[in-house]
């Protein structure tokens, strides 16, 4: 049993998974639309699509799209998703989830009315560091564990620019000043997808930019934002806590790695950096960076790479790490492109089961709210100066 696919938003990021959902012996066929119509024409011809929709509003319309799969601007997605449950149709949306606790409530809602399904493709989910600590805290190897980080470490010179001036128009500067908290999912979906538990309550700091070139400018911002990095301390359900980074200035070079992860239990620890990642516990220290390492299985000037900004194609041209089990994966993918850390392959694959078995993904609406609404609720504790705050929680999925 296969369905059909929609692919809502052609920008930079839509055309890799576009091929990935075509080649699925679970998808029949698959079509795009674009606000920019003569760019939805262009991924069309490229990737061998059925065909595009003049909007959104036609392709929800249509009996011809089973399922859709948002790419579109950050701030976009809970209106968007709530529109396609409402019309029928199951949803796989890029993160965040939502912006605000209201968005996020009403997808639930909705998800548990019509019985559809909805997944938000959190690339940390299957980041290397993050299959890995599931998997020693599944077999105990941590011990207790009490305290994670996770840091998303993004600069705007190292891609950002170029992404926002080709999404945002003449008015890019305005939406360049996304609050970093409100964009949660690779620092606290990697904690989290690790560590079976949620976050209770917060307290977060942001940084103020002092760039002074309309970027992360509240007269400029439309979210009147003017942090551009910014740190959060959550405190966790059963005890413990974890530390969340998003920078957006910052000395880092997140063309390597832009998320890494730490983990430590009472037993045993296990820290990555850039380069390099390490397994510890009382005795010593043994390097896995070998294990979580993916190798590349695209050059960056791949012609399909044409539409990625240089600087964030090293994220689309990684393949698997020795860590990833790749033996549920359909052959198809065995020699195309993957990309953010090995991820891409597995995130289209359990959208797909879980469309034609009816049963739930791995980011499902109940975990995405998990992923997403802490960041809300951090960046409205650095809107207050750091003030604690309670995370409301949606509880777990139905049956899981």
């Excluded at 909007?55 to 209106?79: C, N």
């Excluded at 909805?118 to 690339?123: A, K």
């Amino acid at each position: 049993m296969a369905f059909s696919l929609g692919i809502v938003g052609a920008g930079q990021f839509s055309g890799q998974f576009a091929k990935l959902f075509l080649a699925h012996p679970g998808v029949a066929d698959v079509h795009v639309t674009d606000l920019l119509p003569e760019r939805a024409e262009e991924l069309a011809g490229a990737e061998g699509l059925s065909g595009t929709f003049p909007s959104y509003e036609a392709m929800l319309e249509s009996k011809a799209v089973d399922a859709v799969a948002i790419f579109t601007q950050r701030w976009t997605h809970g209106p968007l998703v709530l529109q396609a449950l409402r019309a029928g149709k199951h949803v796989y949306s890029a993160v965040p989830m939502a912006i605000t606790r209201d968005e996020i409530a009403a997808i639930i809602d909705a998800v548990r009315a019509t019985g559809l399904t909805y997944m938000m493709g959190e690339t940390s989910q299957y980041n290397p560091a993050t299959v890995h600590a599931r998997n020693q805290i599944a077999e105990g190897a941590f011990g207790r564990l009490f305290y994670a980080e996770g840091d998303y470490v993004h600069d705007m010179d190292l891609g950002f620019y170029e992404a926002y001036r080709y999404s945002g128009g003449e008015n890019w500067k305005a939406t360049a000043s996304y609050p970093p908290l409100l964009y949660p999912t690779h620092s606290v979906g990697g904690v989290l997808g690790a560590w079976r538990t949620h976050a209770v309550s917060v307290s977060a700091i942001g940084v103020r930019d002092e760039r002074g070139d309309g970027v992360f400018d509240k007269e400029v911002s439309q979210f009147g934002n003017d942090f551009s990095n910014a740190t959060a301390l959550f405190e966790v359900a059963g005890g413990g806590s974890f530390r969340t980074n998003e920078f957006r200035r910052v000395g880092y070079p997140s063309h390597i790695r832009e998320s890494r992860f730490r983990f430590f239990g009472t037993d045993a620890s296990m820290e990555q950096l850039a380069t390099v990642s390490f397994w510890q516990d009382k005795k010593g220290v043994k390097d896995i960076t070998e294990l979580l390492e993916p190798k590349p299985t695209m050059a960056p000037d791949d012609p399909s790479l044409q539409h990625i900004a240089p600087a964030l194609r090293a994220a689309f041209t990684s393949g698997s790490a020795p860590v990833h089990d790749r033996a549920r994966l359909p052959r198809e993918f065995d020699h195309l492109h993957n990309g953010h850390e090995g991820s891409h392959h597995f995130l289209v694959d359990d959208f797909v089961t879980a469309v034609n078995t009816r049963t739930l993904p791995s980011v499902n609406a109940w975990v995405a709210a998990r992923y997403t609404l802490p960041g809300i609720v951090a960046h409205e504790s650095a809107r207050q100066g750091g003030v604690r705050l309670e995370i409301p929680d949606f509880g777990d999925a139905p049956g899981a």
